[in-house]
């Protein structure tokens, strides 16, 4: 069924005290982290860097990294938003068995979220690919406004957004830091794609949709398989799925309830009284 109302996904809330959360990015819309994909689950701007890509040819890495010294600022500078901390307060209610997230902002743990699983990574670490050696994407970003100080200096017109869009510029003169350690090559510490999710984590999640009474689903429209999984796997387990999010979902024809609203006019007002 498809509703607006916030009651609805609070009778589903109380009806279920124990779930399975998947949160995609459309929970953080409301923290100026734009959503790539529109209401249809289609791409509105340039799909993201391939693996391969990034690894093998040092154009890609140039771009890459141009284009995330001016995304970070806005990027490193986003704050949660009342649906991050209405599931926060679920989490303390003992209403949440695992919240796993497709996003890579770290926004649910700044939150206070504690039982997290970031399923793509987190883009505020910085991982070597030869050493493994980690370091905070803040300390990067020094190193990398320094090196390019003509980038850094590029200016404000650009829309707030992790990804902008520098297509006209030339990145072929863009300095790109190596690893302190060992002069490897760095690499934001989220999953590309043509790389797959670490195992750990996906088995966390399975475990948790064993264990929850039902699943809900807040602002990820499911397109991508690393998240549609989990929906198919509660299904088939005969447990209830609730989304939240506004548009189709992949999973729409699995669902027992559908609330089709922005998460942060819903969520908060949802969880009223019991967390
Ligand atoms: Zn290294």
Known sequence: MDSADPKRLTDFLTAHPRLFILTGAGISTDSGIP????????????????????????????????????????????RPNAAHQALARLETAGRIDLLVTQNVDGLHEQAGSHNVVDLHGRLSVVRCMSCNHRLPRADLQFELETRNPRWAALDPRVPPDADVDLSLEDFSSFDVPACPVCAGILKPDVVFFGESVPRERVEAAFASVKRAQAMLVVGSSLMVYSGYRFAEAAAAAGKPIAALNLGRTRADH?????????????????????A
């Not at 040819?57 to 990027?75: C, D, E, N």
């Not at 699995?254 to 019991?274: E, H, M, N, R, Y």
């Open 254 to 274: 699995l669902l027992t309830l559908k609330v089709s609203a922005p998460c942060i006019d819903v969520l908060p007002a949802s969880i009223q009284g019991l």
């Open 35 to 78: 959503d790539y994909r529109d209401a249809e689950g289609a791409w509105k701007r340039s799909p993201p860097v391939q693996f391969t890509a990034f690894m093998e040819q040092l154009a890609v890495r140039q771009r890459y990294w141009a284009r995330s010294l001016i995304g970070w600022r806005y990027f490193g500078a986003a």
